[in-house]
């Protein structure tokens, strides 16, 4: 754990170099939006990591509340937290593309209001934990939520998908037409969300280990008084 | 299975007497749903075109808001007496609890809720007297009671209860608040069953869900 921890961040760090240099330098800057496009190669890695944190939320909140297990809930609870970091970066890098690209920030699309509620039930997580009264209950109530919240996601996107379909003057949408990316965008694309996955990787074991020194401290402290 | 009815049953019976006997919930939040639907007529000034677009957001705000009023003080009560640890110590499965409070907070919604239809024919003029409609409100109560009830046994020994049962609840109801608007919208527009069918397989799907969720995870939340 202590290993692949410390063999993570040079890893990260070297690819998020070449990341950089491939977006603003190499790739061709697409010719319809300009240079603005370029923020895709972030935008979309950042909503996938921000997606599978949220799966590792659910899933871990699950096998905690069978097993008792605290260290998946150090799992959960640490996915959660970086899981909202991508998905907030996600959600801005969004609207500074949308706004130039489409005119608006924000539209109410199922994959944007899916997004959001997502972000918002998992800010619930992370709350949940903070207020509840002792640290075995933050548990087992954030683990239900996560669970929840898990569930509710298909229906959030077809209920939202409904809205739209019936509502069919407010929609502006994504660019649907998604014609085929160019090979050097391709690649970009490809190498960037490999990229965003080990920073993802690295970051939750840190933050894995941090919650494991709290935990720690936390019945060291217990322990003396 | 038998007990675990009949153990729910008894939790539901015991919350609609003491309702019955004190009228305080129905009372309450049903001058908080007044009071709701009186204040959305200085937001919106509804004149009789802009009510046809504005009245099935007016009635399900003012049912959603209500609701979590009703939804907070299910087990409220239970706290401040301090009958909440005496109802863990009952010999019946913590299912039966959410059951029985599910129950009594979907009794108290939907006493409301058609409480409240002739104020909105009052002030609105606006007649939501249709057996459809009312099929709504019951598709509707069912999936914010099943997520609420779960959320309220956690908000209620949190110190900020009053932010967090919103914060959890609202966004999860999404998609039943959706299907309700959604129905009232095409009924409203004087739409049958065939325009509203989407809308209640949403909600009935959301309710059928949740109620599987929330009634397995609830063992988890009280567990002390």
């Known amino acids: 754990m202590r290993t692949a921890r410390i063999a993570l961040m040079p890893l990260a760090a070297v690819m998020v170099a070449v990341d950089l240099v491939l977006i603003f330098a190499w790739v061709p800057t697409e ?7 370029r923020i895709f190669y972030l935008h979309v890695p950042l909503a996938i990591t921000g997606f599978v944190a949220f799966f590792l939320v659910a899933g871990a909140s699950a096998v905690y509340l069978i097993r008792k297990n605290p260290r998946w809930d150090r799992l959960a609870f640490s996915a959660g937290e970086v899981g909202v970091v991508m998905m907030t970066l996600a959600i801005i890098t969004g609207a500074l593309w949308a706004k130039p690209v489409w005119g608006v920030w924000w539209v109410w699309d199922a994959q944007l209001t899916t997004t959001f509620i997502l972000w918002v039930i998992y800010v619930g997580y992370l709350m949940v934990r903070a207020y509840a009264p002792t640290n075995e209950r933050g548990r087992r109530w954030a683990a239900v939520v996560g669970i929840v919240g898990a569930v509710d996601i298909p229906l959030i996107y077809v209920a939202a998908e409904l809205w739209r379909t019936l509502h069919p003057d407010k929609v502006i949408g994504p660019a649907a037409d998604e014609s085929s990316l160019e090979s050097a965008m391709a690649l970009t694309l490809l190498f960037s969300m490999l990229t965003f996955l080990v920073l993802f990787t690295w970051l939750l074991t840190e933050r894995l280990a ?3 020194a709290e935990e720690a401290l936390a019945a060291l402290r217990a322990g003396e008084c | 299975m038998r007990q675990s009815l009949r153990a729910a049953w ?7 007497r003491v309702e019955l006997r004190t009228r305080e919930t129905v009372g309450s939040v049903l001058v908080f749903a007044v009071v709701t639907a009186f204040i959305f ?8 075109q ?15 808001f209500t609701g979590m009023l009703g939804l907070n003080r299910t087990f409220q009560l239970e706290r401040d007496r ?18 029985g409070k599910l129950g009594g907070a979907l009794t108290v919604m939907l006493v409301v809720e058609a409480l409240m239809a002739p104020v909105f024919l009052f002030l609105y003029d606006l007649s939501l007297f249709s057996p459809l409609l009312a099929a709504t409100a019951v598709l509707a109560t069912v999936g914010f009671g099943a997520v609420g009830t779960l ?31 959604g129905a009232t919208t095409a ?5 049958g069953l065939a325009q509203v069918n989407p809308w209640f397989q949403l909600m009935a799907a959301f309710d059928l869900a949740t109620l599987m969720v929330c009634s397995w995870a609830f063992e988890h939340v009280l567990e002390e």
């Open chain 1, 31 to 37: 010719q319809v939006m300009g240079i603005v496009q």
């Open chain 1, 210 to 212: 941090l919650r494991r």
């Open chain 2, 10 to 16: 008894a939790i539901y019976r015991k919350d609609l």
């Open chain 2, 41 to 48: 007529n200085f937001a919106f000034d509804p004149s009789p």
């Open chain 2, 50 to 64: 802009v009510l046809g677009l504005v009245a099935p957001g007016i009635v399900w705000v003012a049912y959603v």
């Open chain 2, 82 to 99: 301090g009958t909440l640890e005496l109802l863990l110590l009952a010999p019946a499965g913590r299912e039966a609890i959410y059951w």
């Open chain 2, 151 to 181: 959320f309220a046994a956690i908000a209620v020994h949190t110190r900020s209860r009053e932010v967090l049962l919103p914060v959890l609840f609202l966004p999860l109801a999404m998609p039943v608040i959706v299907g309700a608007v």
């Open chain 2, 187 to 191: 009924l409203l527009g004087g739409g």
